[in-house]
């Protein structure tokens, strides 16, 4: 994800950097990107899907709406993959430790 992240627009690498920080809107924006091939992202339901997934679980109401629509288009096994990688993005911040990172999701 670096990698593509580095040719993006600099709006996601921002909004990268503000997701390893907990900001579900960065989540939020993430997952709009990947999910539309906006500022450059290559479309991409997966990592739509992950980041969709990872604001929903601070709370945002629109990262649960957009991530059950981009669901019905995905196979099981997209969606099982996406959900791993949104459980190896929540370890990444403890093992760094930064549990202010995941704070928010831990709240629910």
Same mark, same amino acid.
Not at 20 to 26: E, F, I, V
């Given at each position: 994800m670096t990698h593509i992240a580095t040719q993006a627009d600099p709006r996601i690498r921002t909004a990268i950097h503000a997701a @390893? $920080? %907990?900001?579900? $809107? !960065?989540c939020f924006d993430l997952g709009v990107a990947y999910s539309?091939? #906006?500022? %450059?992202? =290559? +479309?991409d339901l997966v990592q739509a899907h992950k980041w969709f997934n990872l604001a929903a679980? @601070? %709370?945002s109401s629109e990262g649960q709406y957009c991530r059950a629509e981009i669901a019905r288009e995905m196979s099981r096994a997209d969606i099982?993959? !996406?959900q791993r990688q949104a459980r190896a993005w929540l370890s990444v911040p403890a093992q760094n430790g930064?549990? !202010? !990172? +995941? #704070? =928010?999701a831990m709240q629910h």
């Open positions: @390893q $920080h %907990g900001d579900l $809107h !960065a539309t091939g #906006a500022n %450059g992202m =290559p +479309l679980i @601070q %709370g099982a993959e !996406a930064n549990e !202010a !990172a +995941l #704070a =928010p």
